[in-house]
T-cell receptor, first 116, second 113 residues
Framework: GAVVSQHPSRVICKSGTSVKIECRSL??????MFWYRQFPKKSLMLMAT?????????EQGVEKDKFLINHASLTLSTLTVTSAHPEDSSFYICSATGTGAGNTIYFGEGSWLTVV | AQSVTQPDIHITVSEGASLELRCNYS??????LFWYVQSPGQGLQLLLK??????LVQGIKGFEAEFKRSQSSFNLRKPSVHWSDAAEYFC???????????FGKGTRLHILP
């Protein structure tokens, strides 16, 4: 099946800094990507939906200015956590679908963010 | 808006015993239903999905699920669990085959030796 890759798999950053997580579709054109957040031992919460070349659509309660999502190409979307705080520490997972994905959504492996 | 309910937070079964994990959904139209498994610290693995057709869906690792429209349910079953099945299981619903997926809160499966 198609592959979606996230990078980095684990990252530690200091409070107040920004950190970027990448989500890449390796063998299909990801016209749509989704970003989820998962707190420890909790479910996955949809943060936003991004369509290539458009502004992301954020779910209610998600801070747009804090979680910047860019989807400038058909193979890459990025999530930037700005001015990170310890409470932003979480597991972030992306998923993608599009041309060549066979009407299927593929998930990345996830990225662990720890803010210290 | 669509939603998913997994009524059991934890389930414990003995190795070799049968398993059923419950899932109820709320959605006005024909739902697209999924079951995912997540091992600790890992990403998601798709076990099976239902889009249309036969209401009994076969998945990987010996899992199956049955879509029951009258009960708004999509329960996951396995006839004989293995210790390696211990993990978190998520039921999910989508608006379409390739639209956003909404997850239930998950059921943690524990296996007794």
């Amino acid at each position: 099946g198609a592959v979606v890759s996230q990078h980095p798999s684990r990252v530690i950053c200091k409070s107040g800094t920004s950190v970027k997580i990448e989500c890449r579709s390796l063998d299909f054109q990801a016209t749509t990507m989704f970003w989820y957040r998962q707190f420890p031992k909790k479910s996955l919460m949809l943060m936003a939906t991004s369509n290539e070349g458009s502004k992301a659509t954020y779910e209610q309660g998600v801070e747009k200015d804090k979680f910047l999502i860019n989807h400038a190409s058909l193979t890459l979307s990025t999530l930037t956590v700005t001015s990170a705080h310890p409470e932003d520490s979480s597991f972030y997972i992306c998923s993608a679908t599009g041309t060549g994905a066979g009407n299927t959504i593929y998930f990345g492996e996830g990225s662990w963010l720890t803010v210290v | 808006a669509q939603s998913v309910t997994q009524p059991d937070i934890h389930i414990t079964v003995s190795e070799g015993a049968s398993l059923e994990l419950r899932c109820n959904y709320s959605y006005g139209a024909t739902p697209y239903l999924f079951w995912y498994v997540q091992s600790p610290g890992q990403g998601l693995q798709l076990l099976l999905k239902y889009f249309s057709g036969d209401t009994l869906v076969q998945g990987i690792k010996g899992f199956e699920a049955e879509f029951k429209r009258s009960q708004s349910s999509f329960n996951l079953r396995k006839p004989s669990v293995h210790w390696s099945d211990a993990a978190e299981y998520f039921c999910a619903v989508g608006l379409n085959r390739d639209d956003k997926i909404i997850f239930g809160k998950g059921t943690r499966l524990h296996i007794l030796p």
